[in-house]
């Protein structure tokens, strides 16, 4: 007998997907199926065996929705890191927009009733944030770089899909961290700097950005449990809703160094990279989640310390298999 829930991850090797796996599971138990697709076919110790899956091909992403007939599709797909995507925006652009309508037309052609669980970012508020002001789902979007651009671009074309009958929800996630992510964010690349001095791979300086700017950190691992909250009661959610996942709380950059460095006993010397501190934007980003609180009954489990904490010791145990 097939599983109730039968669930289609593009993106599942990267940094959220292992964490969304083990929400489902614990969610779901033995009433889901899974099926996680990324660029190469690959063993994941959390997510089981990968599909290959090149989502910017229409043919392939139609002949996979077909062939596993998923109930909900959760679009992880795209280029994680803001800077990797405006460094090549032709890529940003594919994975970002086609490779999203690709997936949604695949589904209203071979499963209409798939519900496509899409992954945006915070990011489409852009400009908007220079109010200080929380965003909520109603704020102009108003990207300032190619990444946000073509992540509000496949948020506005599955609202128009969904006019057209498509069964989606729209997420946009705020800032999120959690063991595993890249040294391409700031907190595990903060953690990793501390993790290599610790080890004696570098000398006590670290070289940080600019510490003044304020943003909205989440654990990874409440966003997952929001994307699975919102699988639990897509039956009841409006085709093409928004829905923010945000903490509400602009933390300083600075607090967070200081909250990591309080938890070596090196003593470390902190230094301004110029380059790193060109790359500063918008004062403060923040967002509110009101409406996903409201709509899902979702709210953040894991504290901020607990998560800082996490991060560095994971980037301390990766640090020992390299060495």
């Not at 300086?205 to 929001?226: I, Y």
């Not at 110029?274 to 918008?282: H, I, K, Q, T, V």
Request: proline letters at 6%; aromatic letters at 4%.
């Amino acid at each position: 007998m097939s599983s109730p829930h039968r669930v289609l991850i593009t993106g599942a090797g990267g940094f959220v997907g292992p964490h969304l796996v083990t929400a489902l599971r614990r969610a779901f138990g033995g009433a889901v199926s899974i099926l996680g697709t990324g660029l190469k076919q690959r063993d994941d110790p959390l997510c089981g065996r990968i599909a290959e899956l090149d989502v910017t091909d229409p043919q392939a992403v139609r002949a996979v929705v077909a062939q596993y007939q998923p109930t909900h599709v959760v679009n992880l797909a795209a280029i994680a890191a803001p800077a990797a995507a405006n460094a090549d925006p032709t890529v940003g652009w594919q994975v970002h927009l086609d490779a999203t309508r690709n997936m949604a037309n695949a589904i209203m052609s071979a499963v209409p009733e798939c519900v496509l669980v899409h992954v945006g970012s915070g990011l489409v508020y852009g400009e908007s944030a220079g109010s200080g002001l929380p965003l909520d789902e109603d704020t102009v979007l108003a990207p300032n770089d190619e990444y946000g651009a073509s992540k509000a671009a496949a948020d506005l074309a599955l609202g128009a899909m969904a006019m057209k009958g498509l069964k989606c929800i729209r997420f946009r996630p705020f800032n999120h961290t959690g063991p595993g992510q890249t040294e391409a964010f700031v907190i595990p690349a903060f953690a990793m700097q501390i993790a290599r001095i610790e080890a004696g791979l570098a000398p006590a300086v670290m070289r940080v950005g600019n510490l003044d700017s304020r943003r909205d950190f989440l654990d990874v691992r409440d966003v997952a449990d929001a994307y699975v909250l919102g699988i639990q009661r897509s039956d009841y959610l409006e085709p093409g809703v928004i829905l923010n996942v945000a903490s509400g709380i602009p933390r300083k950059i600075s607090d967070i160094l200081a909250l990591l460095l309080s938890e070596t006993e090196v003593n470390i010397t902190v230094e301004t990279d110029p380059e790193r501190a060109l790359a500063s934007g918008l004062a403060v980003v923040v967002g509110d989640a009101s409406k996903a609180r409201r709509m899902l009954d979702w709210c953040p489990a894991y504290d901020f310390e607990t998560t800082v904490r996490d991060v560095l010791n994971d980037c301390r145990s990766r640090l020992l298999l390299r060495v």
